[in-house]
């Protein structure tokens, strides 16, 4: 198994940074939803089919590529923050065209992301199931702006795909775990760009030992998330690994600490305005919300580290 990201691969992460930064810039975050339009959706179909036109989706089943090549593209979906049902719609790629949303019938209440969108849903269980899209109930706030929720009253009903269910909750852990990993690295770019142009008692806020600490700790966090994200994907793309629970676990738990701790550091940074409607970083934070609750929280996936040590 080869860890480090080889140069094909990172040509191809750069390739999806640069599409996203020409199609969906940062800017673009703060325009998709308004203050007087809390439950409009930040849903781009004209975004998703560039991604999907680009075999984003279609990684595996289209390319031949792996997961460790899969994480690497997530990585810069979450550090973009693109909104969409991304994760599900990879996992269903080889069965259903277009968005596809995630319905996890082990919560409640039973809420489900953008699907207002999809074409069909990813119900995942004691199983796997592919389903058509079932009506719903829109949450007034949902805690990602550019994320609505609808709740359901029963898990529908849908084709099983995967009897046990296990490879595709990996598989989502870590492809969520991915996109966390990105939200916290643009988090961290954020706060340190900031702490540089904002001045305080006549220098730059960056200067004082308190902020720089903050900036650093968050970058510790990113990159060790980073390392098993990676590390987790490579070991599941070989299928004579044995550990592949346990990476997966960890890096889920190390990615959603990240990306949430992060966020948090990054409001304190900007002084507070990380909640206002002109500055972005409050939609990483929310999107960091949300990811952490999808395929296993962080104390869920730490049980189940422990449970394999």
Not at 14 to 28: E, N, Q, S, T, Y
Not at 55 to 81: I, T, Y
Not at 249 to 271: I, P, S, W, Y
Request: aromatic residues 6%.
């Amino acid at each position: 198994m080869h860890f480090l990201p080889t140069d094909e691969q990172r040509e191809l992460q750069h390739g999806v940074r640069d599409l996203l930064a020409d199609r969906f810039p940062i800017d673009r975050l703060s325009l998709a939803v308004a203050p007087a339009e809390p439950g409009k959706s930040g849903f781009d179909p004209v975004l998703w089919q560039a991604l999907d036109e680009t075999g984003v989706f279609g990684l595996r089943s289209e390319l031949g590529l792996g997961l460790a090549e899969a994480v690497l593209v997530f990585e810069e979906l979450g550090r973009a923050c693109v909104p969409g049902p991304l994760v599900a719609t990879f996992l269903a790629a080889d069965r259903a065209d277009g968005p596809v949303a995630l319905v996890e019938v082990d919560q409640a209440p039973l809420l489900v992301a953008h699907l207002d969108v999809a074409t069909a849903v990813l119900i995942v269980g004691t199983d796997v199931r592919l389903g058509s899209v079932p009506s719903g109930t829109p949450l007034a706030e949902p805690i990602d702006p550019l994320s609505p929720l609808h709740e359901l009253a029963a898990p529908p009903d849908g084709t099983v795909i995967d009897p046990h269910g296990q490879r595709v909750r990996r598989e989502g852990a870590l492809l969520t775990a991915a996109l966390q990993v990105g939200l916290a690295a643009r988090l961290t770019q954020l706060s340190v760009g900031y702490a540089g142009e904002r001045e305080q008692f006549g220098r730059s806020i960056g200067g004082f030992q308190a902020v720089k600490h903050i900036c650093a700790d968050m970058f510790v966090r990113a990159e060790l998330a980073r390392v098993a994200v990676h590390a987790a994907a490579v070991t599941l793309d070989d299928d004579d690994a044995d550990d592949a629970a346990r990476l997966v676990a960890g890096a889920k738990v190390l990615a959603d600490e990240a990306a949430v701790t992060n966020g948090r550091a990054a409001v304190q940074v900007h002084g507070g305005m990380g909640f206002t409607w002109e500055v972005p970083v409050h939609y990483f934070l929310k999107r960091a919300w949300l990811h952490a609750t999808e395929f296993g929280s962080a104390d869920e996936h730490a049980e189940a580290l422990a449970d394999l040590l």
